[in-house]
Nanobody
Framework: QVQLVESGGGLVQAGGSLRLSCAAS??????????VGWFRQAPGKEREAVAA????????YYTDSVKGRFTISRDNAKNTVWLQMNSLKPEDTAVYYC???????????????????WGQGTQVTVSS
């Protein structure tokens, strides 16, 4: 069982930046190959994939609305995956979740059903 803990959320004005972190328990990212994704869920909307990264960082995925603004990265030695969010917009407001699963191949996974472990989420609020 892997526990994921997100941090870094908060309130920011439009155009600002935040960096979210996802840390895994028991050095999971260091000791095993885990694919990781960031998802978000706004009130009244379904949870959607924002970005994903393969276990070795070799491949990434971004949903169209964040391309050029968000960057996903990881350092397995630090057991952490980050989501750097720049040029934030009010429509980015949501609870952001980190998800992980043991890697299958080297494809960044963008479907909720593909992930086995989820964090509790961190709130990101972008004011206009």
């Amino acid at each position: 069982q892997v526990q994921l803990v997100e941090s870094g959320g908060g309130l920011v004005q439009a155009g600002g930046s935040l960096r979210l972190s996802c840390a895994a328990s028991a050095r999971a990212f260091l000791n095993y190959a885990y694919a990781v994704g960031w998802f978000r869920q706004a009130p009244g909307k379904e949870r959607e994939a924002v970005a994903a990264i393969t276990y070795n960082g070799g491949n990434t995925y971004y949903t169209d609305s964040v391309k050029g603004r968000f960057t996903i990265s990881r350092d397995n030695a630090k057991n952490t995956v980050w989501l750097q969010m720049n040029s934030l917009k009010p429509e980015d407001t949501a609870v952001y979740y980190c998800a992980a699963r043991r890697a299958i191949g080297n494809t960044a996974l963008s479907e909720k059903r593909e992930y086995d472990y989820w964090g509790q989420g961190t709130q990101v609020t972008v004011s206009s």
